[in-house]
């Protein structure tokens, strides 16, 4: 006689987390990507409410800060969620991890040899996944300890760093323009992606976690910002340093009270030779220029060109006597710069100030996300792909900036719509299709065909 025996379903291993999808990081993944993209159309430097023009400066370096916050959550998704790895499954995660951040680093060096101006995020994204990798298998409270650590002694490295006598020779090697002077410096950078990791280590199906995360975003933004006044009274005042610009009243007999952009003809590009550029509507060739530091620089599409040179006054001791600046000097000229919160400034104000409102925004996503996901689904679909999207935009952006559509005087609102949907039409289109962007097959195959990863 057989026996029939009913089988109950196994029950999944603690060391087994669901993984359902987090929504709200999706739709804050979309945001960074529509605040990075406004960054690069924007003309202005400062937010004025009433002032629609100026309102892409609002989102200068805090989207940038929002994405790599949101690669602490990612790098948290990718090696257990709220369970912390250990053993074979911590190495083998950390393995992938590590191919994956090699992968797109060498994808974000491709975007940037398109040259399009944009300050390309994704090889600093790269590099603060490696640094992150021994961080894994820290404890929540660890995460935020060093986070708030490195909040505070990570500009402090930059600065002394760039104070350095030999920094001048090696700040044109790549290490030096991402671990030091870049757009993203490394050391200042490292508190968000250890913060976003405590955010992924956290339960986020938790409502009161949430809450909680939203209400420390908020003491931040406070603390960051509130506090920009008292620390700005604190900073040493800099060294007495003129600056003297390249003018072309050298070469034009002009009153002070004319306008010199009159006295010359509207330089044609045309006339250049490879190489030149204008300096104050001559071209460089047919100035003397010796002695004088020339820059032919592209940031966020705002091309900025000019000459100067700097002496510093004699009761100064910026010079040590062998034509190098003084360390002392120098360093005392970084610490004067700490007492503001503003984009890209890397101080201990932003960092502190603008990871609050990462914070912020990843609380109330979440919240938003928690019952009415499907109404944010195209944006949803956006910020499954940020890799494929953000590449999109850099390729579009260096086509754009060619033409004449790229001419604007205040917030371009035409080409930054016109991204975005664009963006939301492919995101859409491998969302219903693939699932996934075409970025993001690519560094899955690399990581399946290199490692024992798995879906």
């Known amino acids: ?32 990507l529509m605040g990075m993209i406004a960054a690069h159309f924007a003309v202005a430097d400062s937010f004025v409410f009433n002032k629609p023009e100026t309102w892409g400066a609002l989102a200068h370096g805090r989207s940038s ?33 590590l191919v994956r951040a090699l992968v797109i680093f060498a994808i974000g060096s491709l975007l ?3 040259n399009s101006g944009i300050a390309v995020i994704l090889q600093m994204y790269a590099v603060l996944f490696i640094v992150a990798l021994p961080f894994l298998a820290a404890r929540r409270r660890t995460l935020v300890i060093a986070a708030a650590i490195m909040a505070v002694v990570g500009p402090l490295i930059v600065a002394v760093l760039e104070s350095l006598p030999f920094f001048k020779t090696t700040v ?30 956290t339960n986020l199906a938790s409502l009161k976690n949430v809450l909680i995360i939203g209400a420390i975003g908020i003491g931040m933004m406070t603390a960051g910002y ?24 050298e070469y034009e007999d002009i009153e002070d009270t004319e306008d010199t952009t009159e006295t010359y003809d509207t330089p044609n590009p045309a006339d250049l030779q490879p190489g030149e550029f204008f300096v104050n509507g001559e071209p460089t060739t047919a100035l003397d220029l010796e002695g004088l530091d020339c820059y032919d620089e592209t940031y966020e599409g705002n091309r900025n060109i000019g000459c100067s040179s700097i002496t510093v ?36 104000n932003e960092i502190v100030g603008s990871g609050g409102v990462a914070l912020l925004v990843i609380a109330l996503c979440i919240l938003l996300c ?17 890799l494929s999207v953000y590449a999109l935009h850099v390729i579009t952006f260096r086509l754009v900036e060619r033409t004449s559509l790229f001419t604007f005087e205040s917030f371009a609102w035409d080409l930054w719509l016109g991204t975005i949907i664009l963006a939301i039409i492919m995101a859409t289109i491998f969302r219903l299709t693939t699932k996934k962007g075409p970025l993001e097959m690519l560094v899955n195959w690399i990581v399946k065909r290199t490692t024992t990863a798995r879906d």
Do not use: C, K
């Open 65 to 97: 800060i929002l994405f790599a916050t949101l690669a602490g959550v990612s790098l948290a998704i990718m090696s257990g969620r709220t369970e912390r790895l250990s053993g074979q499954a911590l190495v083998d995660a950390r393995l992938r991890i």
């Open 172 to 201: 044109s090697f790549p290490a030096a323009e991402i671990f030091i002077s870049g757009t993203y410096p490394l050391f200042s950078w490292v508190s968000f992606i250890l913060i976003g990791l405590a955010v992924g280590r």
């Open 226 to 249: 509130a506090t920009v006044p008292l620390f700005s009274q604190a900073t040493p005042e800099a060294v007495d340093i003129e600056e003297e610009t390249y003018s072309s009243s």
């Open 112 to 114: 940037i040899a398109l």
């Open 1 to 32: 006689m057989t026996e029939t025996v009913a089988l109950a379903p196994a029950e999944p291993t603690p060391s087994a987390p669901a993984r359902t999808r987090i929504y709200g990081i999706d739709l804050a993944r979309s945001l960074a």
């Open 313 to 348: 006054s004699e009761d100064e001791t910026f010079d040590d006597g062998t034509g190098t600046p003084d360390f002392w000097a120098t360093f005392n000229n970084h610490l004067s710069e700490f007492g503001t919160a503003d984009p890209h400034s890397g101080t201990p």
């Open 370 to 386: 928690r019952r009415i996901h499907i109404i944010f689904w195209p944006l949803l679909a956006m910020g499954s792909m940020s």
